[in-house]
T-cell receptor, first 109, second 114 residues
Framework: GQNIDQPTEMTATEGAIVQINCTYQTSGFNGLFWYQQHAGEAPTFLSYNVLDGLEEKGRFSSFLSRSKGYSYLLLKELQMKDSASYLCSAMDSNYQLIWGAGTKLIIKP | IAGITQAPTSQILAAGRRMTLRCTQDMRHNAMYWYRQDLGLGLRLIHYSNTAGTTGKGEVPDGYSVSRANTDDFPLTLASAVPSQTSVYFC?????????????FGPGTRLTVT
């Protein structure tokens, strides 16, 4: 079956760095997405990886290892506004997204 | 408008009633999707449409129907609502094969079935 696993909740301190891990199993693979979702709002796109390696975009970076079925989202210089849920999703062979339940990130001052 | 709009924002509905959730996008995206999001679960795909005139079933299609008469609109209908359909419903769109698969989401409809 198809499955995405990510931690339910993480806590970090303002100004620090946090890494959110995601493992996936899909029928075929056409890329890995990360989305951010603030409470009561819609998900918004953060990153897309289809090749192995690290993609950096400002304070956020995303890594992919296709052989391990593994990705992580790295957030640097954490700000209070980064408190949100982070959703990992993998695109299967039919180009449909399989979604994880999300990781709720709590930032403490 | 720019992006995706959904209506209504929220609704309380009696069980057994029929309800249509509306979704409109102005980005000329080919693909559109309906998801439901429940606490502790990931987004679950209800129905999708890869292009106007075609639709497909997602992971949880039972009790829901969709149509795609044109590029912009993708309504979701609950024929006879049941309490288990209480959820937040998100509509999304993407360019699809001719562009990016990044999905853009509407603001959501919070539906309570009593």
């Amino acid at each position: 079956g198809q499955n995405i696993d990510q931690p339910t909740e993480m806590t970090a301190t303002e100004g620090a760095i946090v890494q959110i891990n995601c493992t996936y199993q899909t029928s075929g693979f056409n890329g890995l997405f990360w989305y951010q979702q603030h409470a009561g709002e819609a998900p918004t796109f953060l990153s897309y990886n289809v090749l192995d390696g690290l993609e950096e975009k400002g304070r956020f970076s995303s890594f992919l290892s296709r052989s391990k079925g593994y990705s992580y989202l790295l957030l640097k210089e954490l700000q209070m506004k980064d408190s949100a849920s982070y959703l990992c999703s993998a695109m299967d062979s039919n180009y449909q997204l399989i979604w994880g339940a999300g990781t709720k990130l709590i930032i403490k001052p | 408008i720019a992006g995706i709009t959904q209506a209504p924002t929220s609704q309380i509905l009696a069980a057994g009633r029929r309800m249509t959730l509306r979704c409109t996008q102005d980005m000329r995206h080919n693909a559109m999707y309906w998801y439901r999001q429940d606490l502790g679960l990931g987004l679950r795909l209800i129905h999708y449409s890869n292009t106007a005139g075609t639709t497909g079933k997602g992971e949880v299609p039972d009790g829901y129907s969709v149509s795609r008469a044109n590029t912009d609109d993708f309504p979701l209908t609950l024929a006879s609502a049941v309490p288990s359909q209480t959820s937040v419903y998100f509509c999304a769109s993407s360019q699809g094969p001719e562009g990016s698969y990044e999905q853009y989401f509407g603001p959501g409809t919070r539906l309570t079935v009593t």
